[in-house]
């Protein structure tokens, strides 16, 4: 059984221990919403601040020369390719996961001419469903199947153009197997699109190495963008002369400042931009990027993992009869950073917890959710958590101060 | 005949003057490009430093609440609302200019059974032209119809089903007739969408008294919102129940933290958001909207109109026979924020002026363009930069020092 001290002694020895001061990170706050919204990278603190008044304050429009505005959803996109296993020259940063997810699909579904079915799987997050909605209700030649979890296979035929789905589920965390259901939709002859939005930053994602066509991710999360930060797209290079974003904006020109008429997409995954892009927000997000200088994506995978693995066998030690079941697989080599248990009172044990400093997530209708981002979550931070929450359960009053905290949330 | 002792006299007694001090200008600069990026407001530069530190930082996911950026898009759209003679519950922030023309006519066309005619005006800022081929090309069945400058009137037939026109021409700052060009749409049956990047927050502009349907426009121009700032876009309340946003992502949905498959658009203008909003560029655009606080954007309007006369007026006595031709109206009435001369050297003239601390820009072949920011252009500043440009005409030295700031460009 493991003890705090040897937490600690583990987190002491860890390589990874040191990347946490590249944080801001509040006092007396243990952390564990990463996958919702991730900390604040002390330099993208002084990065946005820098944008704001050295920048935009005094060199103004010549700031898009002279600061590289111009050329910074490139230089996102090549810093986050090394973390997903991509090309620099097949990622961007752009829009949000959103807009993406409908550019790439619809260029997808206008490029493969006789097959329109666009094939995703029911309960996956739900902008991915409803973007795909949206697409299908203006393009009525495309047919939208969806199917429940883990019929894919069996779904995949002739008619197939192209296939939605999350690398890892924003709820119970679980990993698909790329690599595999990559296999099997380009034999059906389709195109895969994978939303990264929770694994890129956590897992050791190698998109080139498991075969992958198309994919989108969010900024914000394991990324630490900051809210709202700008998404990301993934074009695989034997992809990029065929396809074209109907999202066709000056940004994705090839000459845009030649002010013509008419479009010509740029060369490249340049041509997926559409509008001016946000560039405080993405100010933010590239000097995020840079806490993972120097990290090893398998060892930062490693680390989710153990974090996970602690958490689970301590919640079950000392947590047992509490009326908290596991949500999320056991076995972290198909578990993202992320760990799901259900609770009846699940609302208000995440209230409880919140109050004491203890920050989680909470989705419908008893899911509590628990994220581990690897680059500042410690092992000590995973055992005093489950503390508190033992604290918590073996009180008498958690149940009363549920509805004095919802007085305080409404 | 002005003297510059006049400039600083009607500056010193306009009740706008004070406005300036909203803003952080760099020393030794006279900044005529507000019509590109707007000026850093002072408030803005304080918001988005507390958006990063304090609510970020400190409060991190349980800002969406506390700090009330679930409801940025729409309190930011308010705020946007009155400058541009709209209701509060009919404009929203969100994505690019590019996103939201593409949003609005894809609705449009899907709206109107039979009418498959999207019209717009060539030589038109060349992103809107851009989004409807991309639309088009996404739609088969849409044909898009792009007719001379002027010709719209003539092309209106039963087959159109809208209509996309800047408010003021990007170039040379020409002002459409909003309520005329309405008035003959809606009598063919159509809807009108209008850009307004370069009007809102330098024009009068009254969307409802002028009949609009539909309108988007730019966050970091006369708005001051910052490089990239989020745009806008408006539904008059007539059209809010029936048209439909394409790009349904969850943000746009009536119960977004539900988290159910099926997409059900938001009542309201709400449903014309997306993807999650960048935060940080949202704060910026919401804070620097502030520096409107208390001003009549009638008295705004009149100051454009009176910097430009100076403008023109300075330049054609003080550069007369230099080779600078008006390209913008002579008539303050139908002008916008901007004028531009056309020059056979124009962009060696720009050069010149920009290593002088006169900022404006140039647009290929031979226009160069001032934008007079009412906010805080002064009537001084305008004597100055044409006594600026006036001494480089003169001088025997411009032609080579272009080539010397060619060269430190590239």
Redesign the interface.
């Known amino acids: 059984m493991t003890t705090r001290q040897d937490c600690l002694d583990r987190d002491a020895a860890d390589p990874l221990g040191a990347v946490r001061d590249r944080f ?1 990170l ?1 006092q007396g ?1 243990i ?1 564990l ?1 990463g996958n ?2 991730g ?2 990278p002390v330099a ?2 002084d990065a ?2 820098d ?3 050295r ?11 002279k600061h590289g ?1 111009i050329g910074l959803p490139q230089k996102v996109g090549g810093k986050i390719a090394r973390l997903i296993g991509a090309e620099a020259d097949e990622v961007v940063a752009a ?5 993406n997810l ?1 550019k790439l699909a ?1 260029a997808a579904v ?1 490029a493969q001419g006789g097959r329109r079915v666009v094939l995703t799987e ?2 996956d997050f ?2 991915d ?3 795909l ?3 299908a ?3 009525p030649e495309v047919e939208l199947r ?1 199917v429940a979890p883990g019929g894919i296979g069996a779904a995949l035929d002739e008619r197939v153009t192209v296939v939605l789905l999350s690398h890892v589920h924003y ?1 119970s965390g679980a990993v698909r197997d790329m690599a595999g259901l990559n296999a099997a939709i380009r034999a059906a002859g389709a195109l895969s699109l994978w939303d990264l939005s929770h694994s890129a930053g956590v897992l050791d994602v190698d998109l080139n190495r498991d075969g992958a066509d198309l994919a989108a991710g969010c900024g ?1 999360k394991y990324l630490n963008g ?6 990301f797209l993934f074009v695989a290079r034997r992809h990029q002369a065929a396809l ?8 994705g ?1 090839a000459r ?8 010509t997409p740029a060369p490249g995954i340049d041509r997926w931009l ?9 100010t ?1 997000l590239s000097a995020a990027l840079d806490a993972f200088d120097g990290v090893d994506m398998k060892a930062v995978r490693a680390r989710a993992g153990a974090l996970g693995d602690l958490f689970i066998e301590r919640v079950e030690a000392r947590c047992a009869g509490k009326g908290l079941v596991l949500a999320s697989p056991r076995d972290a080599t198909v578990r993202g950073g992320q760990v799901a248990f259900t609770h009846p009172q699940g609302w208000a044990v995440m209230q409880n917890l ?1 109050a004491r400093g203890v ?1 989680g ?1 909470f ?2 209708p008893d899911v509590i959710r628990f994220g581990f981002a690897p680059l500042y979550v410690r092992r000590a931070d995973v055992w005093d958590s489950v503390e508190v929450m033992g604290e918590i359960l073996d009180s008498e009053s958690w149940r009363e101060a549920r509805f004095q905290t919802l007085a305080a ?1 409404t």
């Open positions: 801001s509040p706050v952390y919403d919702s919204l900390a604040l993208a603190r946005v601040q944008a704001v008044e920048q935009w304050g005094g060199d103004l429009i010549a700031s898009w020369n505005w829009d949000s996961v959103s807009v409908f619809a206008s029911g309960g739900p902008t469903l409803y973007i909605q949206g697409l209700g203006m393009m969806v709820r914000y900051g809210p709202g930060a700008p998404a074209r974003n109907p999202l066709s904006g000056w940004m020109h845009p400042f030649d002010f013509i008429d008419d479009y559409c509008g001016t892009p946000p560039i405080l927000s993405l933010a919140i920050i997530d989705r419908a949330v």
